[in-house]
């Protein structure tokens, strides 16, 4: 049974920071990419950044330079750090898994993100 699992999030202050993580688990398939989406109320889920099996890194323009994204070094967790974080960041934050010759993707459950004085 595939397992996709985030944490780290919460109630945050602007301009803190915080690191959110994802595990991925139950596949007997290796993972091909890990990526963190978000999706805030009333907003279409849009991609954050995403690590591919190779390294290679994408990420979204709205969140370029305040959020980084690595990886364990066994592959099956990812991070994301978030830096100066603003009231607009408020969202759930997904974790999606793609494995090696799975036609599906993952989903977990999201962590919610909420920045607020």
């Known amino acids: 049974q595939v397992q996709v699992v985030e944490s780290g999030g919460g109630l945050v202050q602007p301009g803190g920071s915080l690191t959110l993580s994802c595990t991925a688990s139950?596949?007997?398939?290796?993972?091909?990419?890990m990526a963190w989406y978000r999706q805030a109320p009333g907003k279409p889920r849009e991609l954050v950044a995403a690590?591919?099996?190779?390294?290679?890194?994408d990420s979204g323009d709205s969140v370029k330079g305040r959020f980084t994204i690595s990886r364990n070094g066994t592959r099956n967790t990812i991070y994301l750090q978030i830096y100066q974080l603003k009231p607009e960041d408020t969202a759930v934050y997904y974790c999606?898994?793609?494995?090696?010759?799975?036609?599906?993707?993952?989903w977990g459950q999201g962590t919610q993100v909420i920045v607020s004085s």
């Open positions: 999606n898994v793609d494995f090696v010759d799975d036609p599906y993707d993952y």
């Open positions: 690590m591919r099996s190779s390294g290679l890194i």
């Open positions: 139950g596949s007997p398939w290796g993972i091909d990419a």
